[in-house]
């Protein structure tokens, strides 16, 4: 059976916004904590609810660590994650990262899968890029996912889960609390992934 894996990359993969926030409150002397998340452009909405003295400094600062390779290096891993995926990957199962982040990042972002053993394969990877008409993260990966037949996602946003319609692990965050639909799974662990998997999929032969 081919098995196609969709995977979102920040904050299911890397540990990306506890890097974001780190050194946006060091920049700013804010004091943010991750539990007071409640979405996912949490620090963008922070700026303009709050008014606050160097709002487009901060906005612009946050613009600017997407695209600043060496912050981007630097964000650590989620390391359970990794033997997850290299098992599924050496089943055969196609991986295809589906990233939110803006095109011009291809090359970092393949060079941090790389350089944490992210990059198995036959691997595929897929930016967001608004030349094709993307305008929204939410039909992008839908389209993703439809175009390349996806059987199932991983993800921690949960407008994005809630717009698939093939099974979704939302990996429980702050930010992904609420309602979800009944083909979408909120998990905890890389674990608890992996161990469902099989049954969610149907997966003739497969132990775990």
Known sequence: MKVRIGIDIDNVISESYPAYLSKFNTQFNTDI??????????????????????????????????????????????????????????KGFQ?????????????????WLKKHGFWVKKARIDL?????????????????ADKDKLDVFIEDAIEIALGMDIPVFLLDRPWNQGKLKKNIFRVHSWQEIEDM???????????N
Not at 135 to 143: G, S, T
Not at 197 to 207: A, E
């Open 197 to 207: 998997l099989s049954k969610i999929l149907r997966i003739p032969g497969d132990k």
């Open 95 to 111: 991986i295809h990262y589906v990233t939110a982040r803006p095109v011009q990042t291809r090359k970092v972002t393949v060079n």
């Open 33 to 90: 904590r991750m539990e007071q998340i409640r979405e996912f452009y949490f620090l963008n909405r922070y700026v303009e609810d709050n008014k606050v003295k160097y709002g487009m400094e901060m906005v612009d600062f946050i613009d600017e660590m997407v695209l600043d390779s060496e912050f981007q290096m630097g964000i650590p891993p989620v390391t359970a994650a990794l033997k997850v995926i290299k098992d599924w990957s050496e």
């Open 128 to 144: 967001f890029d608004s030349r094709n008409g993307n305008n929204n993260d939410v039909p992008y990966k839908r389209r993703i």
